[in-house]
């Protein structure tokens, strides 16, 4: 899973939980995230899926969320797998 985001940013991956909300699959928006001893409620800034169309192929699901300390995550979903990432700015 690839994504470029931001000019003069980079993101590293840490280990995390992510919680998600809907009652659809094709809706669900990551809500909060859990690193570590810590959770955190998180507000979606923008999201896109990447991934082939065709018939049987998995898509990736791409969120930027920001924590209400103002720091930015990615978090990238497809394949039964997650990953969370947080960014570092130069």
């Known amino acids: 899973m690839t994504c470029k985001e931001g000019t003069g940013t980079g993101w590293r991956g840490i280990p995390g939980e992510v919680q998600w909300h809907s009652g659809q699959r094709a809706l669900e928006r990551p809500v909060r995230?859990?690193?570590r001893a810590e959770t955190l409620d998180v507000a979606v800034e923008r999201q896109?899926?990447?991934?082939?169309?065709?018939a049987g192929e998995e898509l990736t699901r791409w969120f930027i969320v920001r924590d209400s300390e103002r720091r930015r995550f990615r978090i990238a979903a497809g394949n039964g797998v997650e990953r969370v990432e947080i960014?570092?700015?130069?």
Do not use: I, K
């Open 48 to 54: 896109w899926v990447e991934g082939s169309l065709s």
């Open 87 to 90: 960014e570092e700015t130069e």
């Open 33 to 35: 995230l859990r690193l």
